[in-house]
């Protein structure tokens, strides 16, 4: 069985956005990254040393409508999860993203935009093998009646399964169940927005929250149903967005997982608890040569 190799992107791309919860313009740029690199991001508008944030689960300090990653000198940068997400589902293993502000460009809400530019920046093997995590053992977080679980798969990419539950009839019950191969992301995920209700708007704005938000980048739920002119992009949209989340927010184990996701009512701060209880239990995963047969027992280690 040939070893799969480590990708980055074939030559730097850019965009430019607002945030959609501070509104500030940024932009981005992503940049091909050495073997072994890793995800990481800069931000280029603070002094020169004290940007760079590695994207990984101990870096997340807030998960609060959002994934924030910050650094030891306190430099931080929010909604990192659609660009993340994005990343996984390409299998990108090395990058360098410079930003010149405090949060990821929202764009239409989705991953859609992120995927389109490094699509069309191309992708390019790199000389080492690539590494995912096999999981071993059942990993499970609680918060009353919302629940994340890992557990051992036969397969070796991950599968998702989530449901979620509002009062809100535009909703409803929503679940699905899908496998993270080669393409699947872009055909199930990637096109699903962030979304939310009218009538918490003001009150996430008078929290600092939200100012960004729009119909252009968000699904917006009011009393008669969906507010945004051209509908839902399918009908199941909303749990389709929370399984995109739980993409990019498993991506901060620091490599590809081989295991099942299971969650009840997931969101960002379950997801990463999760994580951080994963990596917190050695003896429920390992590493593993993508594409090699035996399981890399020597080289278990915190990530």
């Not at 460009?105 to 935009?113: F, R, T």
């Not at 790199?126 to 499970?140: F, K, N, P, S, Y």
């Not at 990637?190 to 119909?215: C, I, K, P, Q, W």
Request: proline share 4%; charged share 20%.
């Amino acid at each position: 069985m040939a070893v799969e190799r480590q990708t980055t992107i074939a030559r730097k791309v850019s965009c430019a956005g607002i945030g959609v919860h501070s509104g500030a313009r940024a932009r981005l740029t992503m940049l091909p990254a050495v073997v072994n690199s890793g995800i990481r991001f800069v931000r280029v508008d603070v002094p020169e040393g004290t940007g760079e944030i590695l994207a990984h689960a101990e870096s997340v300090s807030d998960t609060q409508l959002g994934t924030t990653l910050s650094n030891e000198e306190g430099v931080s940068v929010a909604v990192v999860e659609h660009l993340l997400a994005a990343i996984a589902g390409l299998g990108i293993d090395n990058l360098v993203i410079e930003i010149d502000g405090p949060e990821v460009p929202i764009m239409d809400g989705s991953s859609s935009v992120f995927y389109e530019l490094m699509m069309m920046a191309g992708l390019k093997a790199q000389g080492a093998a690539r590494r995912r995590i096999r999981i071993l053992e059942t990993i499970e977080v609680r918060d009353g009646p919302k629940h994340a679980v890992l557990s051992p798969s036969d397969h070796d990419v991950l599968t998702l399964r989530a449901r979620i539950e509002y009062d809100d009839a535009h909703i409803g019950v929503q679940q699905m169940a899908m496998r993270l191969a080669p393409g699947m992301f872009a055909r199930d995920l990637a096109f699903a927005r962030t979304y939310g209700f009218a009538r918490d708007v003001e009150m996430l704005r008078s929290m600092g929250l939200a100012r960004g938000g729009s119909l252009d980048n968000a699904v917006v739920i009011g009393e008669n149903g969906v507010m945004n002119p051209e509908g839902l992009r399918s009908e199941d949209e909303f749990v389709r967005h929370k399984m995109l989340d739980a993409v990019g927010d498993l991506m901060l184990a620091g490599a590809p997982i081989a295991g099942n996701y299971d969650a009840v009512q997931p969101g960002h701060g379950l997801n990463n608890r999760l994580v951080r209880a994963l990596l917190a239990t050695p003896s429920a995963w390992c590493w593993e040569e993508a594409g090699a047969p035996a399981v890399l027992d020597e080289v278990r280690a915190a990530v």
